[in-house]
């Protein structure tokens, strides 16, 4: 199956620092998602986005899809965004499941 | 608006014994998964269903049964608990009719302790 990398495993940001997170996958995918998991535990959808460029507020996301990676950037920080940052795809070609990357854990300190 | 709900949200077991992890989704989706989270690894699909009657095997479904009746409601089921069965599980659900429609929502988890 696909694999997903991220990169860095961990960060940490002073606030208002500006941040750029990365996901490497080895296949072509039709299913590219970004989540946030907060410090208590809750996972929340970022982003769709296979292919392209999308922005919601200080966050935004660029997938290359022929080059096989995509791009969480966030843009002057807040401890708010705090938390683990996943990465998740599926292959193109038939069902295949969606994979989930190890995540990149951020810290944002005041 | 609850979208998607687990029950229960904490739990302890002896080795051995069984439960039921209970995940309902009102957003009439078609597809329904089950995660673990382990540190260190990310989240990792047990079992999924693309439709109600529907169950396959995800990454790591060994010691886990899932049963889909009703298209809302997906069951995890724990046979026999095992301390490895240590995690926090996850429900998810999509619409699963492509584009914006793969965009998974998650429940918010249920801490399972087997010890």
């Known amino acids: 199956g696909i694999q997903v990398e991220q990169s860095p495993p961990d960060l940490i940001l002073q606030e208002g620092a500006n941040s750029t997170l990365r996901c490497n996958f080895s296949?072509?995918?039709?299913?590219l998602q970004w989540f946030h998991q907060n410090p208590w535990g809750q996972l929340i959808n970022l982003f769709y986005?296979?292919?392209g460029t999308k922005q919601n507020g200080r966050l935004s996301a660029t997938t290359v899809a022929t080059e096989r990676y995509s791009l969480l950037y966030i843009s002057s920080s807040q401890t708010t965004d705090s938390g683990v940052y996943f990465c998740?795809?599926?292959?193109?070609?038939?069902?295949?499941?969606?994979?989930f990357g190890i995540g990149t854990k951020l810290q944002v300190i005041p | 608006n609850a979208g998607v709900t687990q029950t229960p949200k904490f739990r302890v077991l002896k080795t051995g014994q069984s439960m039921t992890l209970l995940c309902a989704q009102d957003?009439?989706?078609?597809?329904m998964y089950w995660y673990r989270q382990d540190p260190g690894m990310g989240l990792r699909l047990i079992h999924y269903?693309?439709?109600?009657?529907?169950?396959a095997k995800g990454e790591v479904p060994d010691g886990y049964n899932v049963s889909r009746l009703k298209k809302q409601n997906f069951l995890l089921g724990l046979e026999s608990a095992a301390p490895s069965q240590t995690s926090v599980y996850f429900c998810?659900?999509?619409?699963?009719?492509?584009?914006?429609?793969?965009?998974?929502?998650f429940g918010e988890g249920s801490w399972l302790t087997v010890v």
């Open positions: 296949d072509s995918v039709n299913n």
């Open positions: 986005i296979p292919s």
């Open positions: 269903s693309v439709g109600e009657g529907t169950t």
């Open positions: 957003m009439n989706h078609e597809y």
């Open positions: 998740a795809a599926r292959g193109s070609g038939g069902y295949q499941k969606v994979t």
């Open positions: 998810a659900s999509s619409a699963g009719q492509g584009g914006s429609g793969n965009t998974i929502y």
